[in-house]
C-alpha cells in the first residue's frame, strides 16, 4: 500500500476496501493491537427524500457535489427508481456497511 491522500476522487487515495487493506493502513501507520471488523446495520428510509437528504449527510455528498445540475437530476431519479425495488410496508430498507478498526499508537 503506497502512501496517499484518502478521499473519493482523488486518483492517489489511499482505499480502505477490505479488511486487509484497513488492518495494514493502521499497521503501517504505527498503530499495535490493530483490530478491523465489518459492521452491518439495516436503516428504514420513509421516503425517498429521506435516502436522498442522508445521501449528502455522507462521503458520497462529494461525488455528487461535482456533478452539474442535469446529471445530478438523472442521478437523482435513477436512484429513486432502484430504490422503489426495496419498498416494504414500513419504508425502504437499505443495509449499510462499515469497516472499523483501531489499534494503540505510543506517545
Known amino acids: ?3 496517499g491522500r484518502v478521499g473519493a476522487g482523488n486518483p492517489d487515495a489511499v482505499q480502505y476496501n477490505t479488511l486487509d487493506q ?3 493502513g493502521l499497521e503501517q501507520a504505527g498503530f ?8 452491518e ?17 455522507l462521503g458520497v455528498r462529494r461525488n ?4 452539474d445540475a442535469p446529471t445530478l437530476e438523472k442521478v437523482k431519479a435513477d436512484g429513486f427508481k432502484q ?8 419504508g425502504f430498507h437499505l443495509t449499510h456497511r462499515a469497516l ?8
Open 1 to 3: 500500500m503506497t502512501a
Open 22 to 24: 484497513l488492518r495494514g
Open 32 to 39: 499495535t493491537g490493530v483490530q478491523a471488523a465489518v459492521e
Open 64 to 67: 455528487l457535489e461535482t456533478l
Open 83 to 90: 430504490l422503489e425495488k426495496l419498498r416494504q410496508p414500513d
Open 100 to 107: 472499523v478498526g483501531f489499534g494503540t499508537k505510543g506517545k
Open 41 to 57: 446495520r439495516e436503516f428504514v428510509y420513509g421516503s425517498g427524500e429521506d435516502w436522498w437528504a442522508t445521501l449528502w449527510s
